[in-house]
């Protein structure tokens, strides 16, 4: 639906035209408002994927990802030959921190369109998704603890611990749904490591 300050167009064509000209100059959210309103003619379904790709850049601009990528999964569905709408949801993908998903999206695009910036992409994305699977597959505590100190207390380095635990659960959290649950079940032991430092701190432990 439109939102109410939707102007009103003649045609859904008059819709789209006023739509490209407010994207071209910047005026995004005047752009999303003029693709909803062409949206409610109900076009043909490669109308509407064209549609629908154009309102999910404009999300992107905006900065709601959510409504970009879900834009551009249903023109992706409704045409599913269109590079524009896997290119699209690779980067609101991409945006929302969901690296395996967004490659899937990038690699659909760029089998339909090998262009550099397709390309770009892509990269972008297998990157994103190969940093999201070192971290499930070294769980909560792969790597040195940076910061610490000789003259340390044993306090100081419980606090530090729980931090850098709840960092990297907030992470492995981020890509549960991307990657798959199952992958986080292999990492029980960390987790209770987790929850066994995070208890000492009650400000943390409130926060989970």
Request: aromatic share 4%.
């Given at each position: 639906?439109?939102?109410?300050?939707?102007?009103?167009?003649?045609?859904?064509?008059?819709?789209?035209?006023?739509?490209?000209?407010?994207?071209?100059?910047?005026?995004?959210?005047?752009?999303?408002?003029?693709?909803?309103?062409?949206?409610?003619?109900?076009?043909?379904?490669?109308?509407?994927?064209?549609?629908?790709?154009?309102r999910s850049a404009c999300y992107l601009h905006l900065g709601d990802a959510v409504a970009a990528a879900r834009d551009?999964?249903?023109?992706?569905?409704?045409?599913p030959k269109r590079a524009k709408a896997w290119y699209r949801l690779a980067a609101?993908?991409?945006?929302?921190?969901?690296?395996?998903?967004?490659?899937?999206?990038?690699?659909?695009?760029?089998?339909?369109?090998?262009?550099?910036?397709?390309?770009r992409l892509l990269g972008r994305c297998k990157a994103l998704a190969t940093r999201q699977k070192n971290i499930i597959k070294g769980g909560l505590y792969d790597d040195k603890v940076e910061g610490a100190s000789k003259n340390e207390t044993a306090e100081e380095t419980e606090r530090r611990d729980a931090?850098?635990?709840l960092a990297r659960l907030r992470e492995m959290a981020r890509t549960a749904a991307d990657v798959g649950g199952d992958a986080y079940f292999r990492d029980v032991e960390g987790v209770m490591a987790y929850f066994r430092k995070v208890a000492a701190s009650a400000a943390d432990f409130r926060e989970i």
């Open positions: 639906r439109a939102p109410s300050s939707a102007p009103a167009f003649a045609t859904a064509e008059d819709a789209k035209a006023a739509g490209n000209a407010s994207f071209g100059a910047g005026d995004y959210a005047a752009a999303r408002d003029a693709y909803a309103s062409a949206l409610e003619t109900k076009p043909d379904a490669s109308a509407e994927a064209a549609l629908r790709c154009n551009a999964t249903r023109a992706a569905k409704l045409d609101a993908e991409l945006k929302r921190g969901r690296g395996a998903s967004a490659t899937r999206a990038a690699d659909r695009a760029a089998k339909l369109d090998g262009s550099a910036a397709t390309k931090a850098k635990a």
